[in-house]
């Protein structure tokens, strides 16, 4: 079966580095890792093997990011966790274990264990005890020590809405404002790498190259048929435009009901997931805004852009708005 996810990203952290922090009992040659190689073929992704005792890893990842300079840290779970501590360089914390010594206990991992991946120093089983727990556990307490305003935005937080093994949102949520769900569970797999990961690398990468993406303003109005199910070819349309443009909804804000914005916002976000995350605007003068394009049932002649009139004899579907862009090339 041909891997529908099977797609690069060469314009990506051309030229930089990335270090990727991997979970308990994994390795740098997860096949996380590859996936970001893949994906970003013109960045360098550095990925060690970590000793299993918390403080050597920590030890071994500070001098690394000395060493390398990252220009992106990501970490998974328990690399979650240890990214959290690497401060003054660009992260992404996906399902952080910031409760590390519970996590071990409470998810059986005491006793032998076999590392998933392939290490290089070829030790392929380890005897978690109770002492290396409570090492986990007194780690985990340097977490958030150094958080400052500049800190909080290096730092986004990635949490799977299905995740049955680590719920930290709440406490990365106290100390940093983006934190984000996404639809998935505790494992980083393919799906949620092309669908929720890259474009926050895409948020980070524009942010450090200044680089300033066209805008794309999409009406509510467009968005769900009479089921309130996503649109055809919506997903799809959604994905085209994030490769090029700055893409944000355009929702009304009703005075008199105030849950409207609730029930909008919630629609959306399960729709798009971490994509949408803070990219949702509420005005009811839509004319006052400022963008490129303007997708909208509705005519909007004062908008100072190009408007899209969806629904029309020239944009009658979400393919035809494909089509439109396509042949933009991304202008």
């Known amino acids: 079966m041909e891997n529908q996810y099977k797609k690069t990203f060469p314009d990506l952290m051309v030229g930089k580095k990335i270090i ?10 997860s ?13 360098t992704v550095i990925a060690p093997d970590l000793p299993i005792h918390p403080e050597e890893a920590m030890e071994l990842l500070r001098n ?27 992260r992404i914390c996906v399902n952080p274990a910031f409760q590390m010594g519970t996590t071990i206990s409470e998810s059986n991992m005491m006793g032998k264990q076999v590392f998933q991946n392939e290490r290089q120093d070829g030790i392929q089983e380890v005897i978690v005890t109770k002492a290396l727990v409570k090492e986990y556990k007194e780690i985990t307490e340097q977490c958030f020590s150094l958080v400052t305003e500049e800190e909080q935005q290096r730092v986004f937080g990635l949490f799977g809405d299905a995740d049955p093994v680590v719920h930290t949102f709440d406490l ?14 505790h494992r980083l797999i393919e799906k949620a790498v092309f669908h929720y990961l890259m474009p926050v690398i895409r948020w980070i990468d524009d942010r450090q190259e200044g680089r300033e993406r066209r805008t794309v303003l999409i009406d509510q109005n467009t968005l769900a048929d009479g089921y309130c199910k996503p649109k055809s070819s919506l997903h799809k349309a ?12 355009v929702c009304p804000a009703p005075t008199n009901n105030p849950s409207a ?4 916002q919630a629609w959306i976000e399960d729709a ?15 004319q006052l805004l400022y963008g490129d394009y303007f997708i909208s049932s509705t005519e909007h002649d004062d908008f100072l852009g190009t408007s899209l009139l969806f629904g029309s004899e020239e944009f009658k579907t979400w393919e035809e708005i494909i089509t439109f862009f396509e042949r933009l090339g991304g202008q």
């Open 238 to 249: 959604y994905e085209f435009l994030l490769d090029n443009y700055n893409v944000f909804f």
């Open 172 to 185: 990365f949520n106290e100390h940093y404002p983006q934190a984000i769900r996404f639809h998935g569970e």
């Open 20 to 29: 990727y922090v991997h979970g308990f009992m994994s390795a740098g040659s």
């Open 261 to 264: 914005l609730t029930e909008q």
């Open 64 to 90: 690394l990011v000395d060493t390398e300079k990252p220009d992106l840290i990501i970490g998974t779970s328990m690399g979650g966790m240890y990214t959290e501590m690497l401060y003054g360089v660009d």
């Open 31 to 43: 096949h996380t890792v590859q996936i970001l190689r893949d994906y970003m073929p013109e960045a």
């Open 272 to 286: 798009f997931s971490a994509p949408a995350w803070n990219h949702t605007i509420f005005t009811n003068q839509p």
